[in-house]
């Protein structure tokens, strides 16, 4: 009987569970924006019509647009992933209709 009183114990300190640890909290910083992302630059004359002439960073000349496409209603009404370009949009992107993502390629090129 002894025997399986020990047994017993082993079986049961087995199947105990260990309380799980807990990873060491990282301190939670703020992260910082890219340099490359706020230094201002100087848009070209097709690009100023709609965003404005002076420099900006990239970010802005982003936010600038797409206030532009929703105040115009350009963007497309089946996927909305897609912007149709008007008169002031068609010199930048070249074409009648970009994605979203293509657009911030093609924005790339006319800043300076």
Do not use: C
Not at 17 to 39: D, E, G, V
Not at 69 to 76: A, M
């Amino acid at each position: 009987m002894a025997a399986k009183k020990k047994a017993a114990k082993k079986s049961a300190k087995k199947s105990a569970k260990k309380p799980a640890r807990r990873k060491a909290a990282k301190k939670a910083t703020k992260r910082k924006p890219s340099a490359a992302f706020m230094k201002a630059m100087k848009p070209s004359a097709a690009l100023a019509e709609v965003v404005g002439s002076k420099p900006l960073p990239r970010t802005e000349v982003t936010k600038k647009l797409w206030q532009y496409i929703k105040k115009n209603g350009l963007q497309d009404k089946k996927n909305r992933r897609n912007v149709n370009a008007d008169a002031k949009l068609r010199p930048i992107f070249r074409k009648d209709q970009v994605t979203m993502f293509e657009m911030t390629k093609l924005v790339s090129r006319h800043l300076s």
